[in-house]
């Protein structure tokens, strides 16, 4: 019988990292390992501890995720080799049924809270809100304190013997997150698929325009830029892009042939399926 392969993950369990890991495991049998940060999950894939590893990459609207931009643009013999977008529903939930006026603290990590604004401001204005590393362990949190809630994904109720308040309380509905998996090699051309880089350019009047019009003229559609500090010296920016089609079609050789000689760093990130799972 075949090894499952193992697939490291942002943890602990309750997270939405573990939700994806979950789903993308239930379609290629994987075996999950648990790390506590984006940094360990994406190190263990460098470091063969694991065979894959799962990060998010963006929320449709907190953008882009640092700490996973920053390893990618970073790290060598490291490729996307798969994509899946989950959607985010956030929940409410304490270890009493409490009435929302007696809820004192609310805990989450920052990026769910500021997925909830509105529902804070207008159903728990009096509550103090603490950002925690993550939405599992504000789940811990809220079990171990009395007048204490989280906003976590409903499966961290389970998981910690909590009772929901509230189900759906995020802002926005179309709220997801797109999530990579990360392996030594990217994926073979299926003729559905994507391609990610990222490059930095020179200072100079024209410079982003001239490297957008060599995917122009190709008639190459970009489905992704973002720019991001490099983290150097003010002023000098990451680029990340994503483009239809696989780094080996055709002419594509030449394209990056091309780009690398206008710009001051550049790194193919992978080539992978567009989508494959179905966002439910």
Known sequence: MQEKKRLAYLGPGGTFSEEAALY???????QLVEYPTIAAVIRAVCEK???????????????????????LARQEGLF??????????????????????????????????GQCADYIDHQLPHAECLPVESTAAAAALASQNRGAA??????????????LLAEDIQ?????????VVLAGADHPPTGKDKTSLVFTIPDGPGSLYKILGY???RAINLTRIESRPS???????????DCEGHRFDHGRKELWEEIEKE??????????PCNNFNVE
């Open 49 to 71: 501890e694991t065979d894959e590893g799962l990060v998010p990459l963006e929320n449709s609207l907190e953008g882009g995720v640092g700490a996973t931009l920053d390893q």
């Open 171 to 179: 802002d926005n509905q179309d709220n997801y997150t797109r999530f």
């Open 80 to 113: 996307i080799r798969y994509e899946l977008t989950r959607p985010v529903r956030q929940c409410l939930m304490a270890r009493e049924n409490l009435p929302l006026a007696q809820i004192k603290i609310v805990y989450s990590h920052l990026h769910a809270l």
């Open 215 to 217: 995917f122009a003229r």
């Open 263 to 272: 710009v001051s760093f550049f790194k193919l990130l992978g080539s992978y």
């Open 24 to 30: 993308y495991s239930a379609s290629y049998k994987r």
């Open 150 to 163: 989280a906003i976590a994904p409903g499966r961290a109720a389970a998981l910690y013997n909590l009772l």
């Open 231 to 241: 983290r150097k010296i003010i002023g000098d920016w990451l680029f990340f892009i």
